[in-house]
Nanobody, 115 residues
Framework: QVQLVESGGGFVQAGGSLRLSCVAS????????MGWYRQAPGKQRELVAR???????DYADSVKGRFTISRDSAKSTVYLQMNSLKPDDTAVYSC?????????WGQGTQVTVSS
């Protein structure tokens, strides 16, 4: 079974930075895509950033220029570097991975940005 474990969430003031980590139980090159989603209270879950096996990246318009997704295959880890954080970025951030037709999810890590 594939397992994804997130870490790095926390409390930060507006304008600050956090780096989220997602450690997979298998080599990450096996996944078609990996990504970060977030869900704020009362809102639907949305895609924040995605990276595919070729290293191509995709970002939500709301985070372009502020967030960067990256990977370290040797550590089976995908990162989300979040800079210039805003209160609207407050949400539970979850790591996801797609392997053929199956999608996997981590349990999420809370990010809270205060004004």
């Amino acid at each position: 079974q594939v397992q994804l474990v997130e870490s790095g969430g926390g409390f930060v003031q507006a304008g600050g930075s956090l780096r989220l980590s997602c450690v997979a139980s298998t080599a990450i090159f096996r996944f078609n895509t990996m990504g970060w989603y977030r869900q704020a209270p009362g809102k639907q879950r949305e895609l924040v950033a995605r990276i595919d096996r070729a290293g191509s990246e995709d970002y939500a318009d709301s985070v372009k220029g502020r967030f960067t997704i990256s990977r370290d295959s040797a550590k089976s880890t995908v990162y989300l570097q979040m800079n210039s954080l805003k209160p609207d970025d407050t949400a539970v951030y979850s790591c996801s991975a797609v392997l053929i037709t199956t999608d996997y999810w981590g349990q999420g890590t809370q990010v809270t940005v205060s004004s």
